[in-house]
Nanobody, 124 residues
């Protein structure tokens, strides 16, 4: 069992920045690839970013590429999502998730554990 707790969400103006954190407890954090997903009202959950077990490989949705950065600190059992140049369309609940695979996946079904989510609201 892996427990994930997100933090760092909030209200920010367009063009601003936020850093989301996801703290993990339970089984060895370094054995999991980690992902961030988001869900806006009335929309399906979508992939945002992911990182491999070691942190050496990352992937991003086209909509956030160049603005968001995912990182993983295995010593602190934490994964981060640095979000810069935020846009109103980034407004959503952001979830982190853990995948026991070696690499990372953009498919939410590959992830075994999920956090409760943190709200990000970007005003125009």
């Amino acid at each position: 069992q892996v427990l994930l707790v997100e933090s760092g969400g909030g209200l920010v103006q367009a063009g601003g920045s936020l850093r989301l954190s996801c703290a993990a407890s339970g089984r060895t954090f370094s054995r999991y690839a980690m992902g961030w997903f988001r869900q806006a009202p009335g929309k399906e959950r979508e992939f945002v970013a992911a990182i491999s077990r070691s942190g050496g490989t990352t992937g991003y949705a086209d909509s956030v590429k160049g603005r968001f950065t995912i990182s993983k600190d295995n010593a602190k059992n934490t994964v981060y999502l640095q979000m810069n140049n935020l846009k109103p369309e980034d407004t959503a609940i952001y979830y982190c998730a853990a995948d026991p695979a070696f690499g990372y996946s953009q498919n939410a079904r590959e992830y075994d554990y999920w956090g409760q989510g943190t709200q990000v609201t970007v005003s125009s």
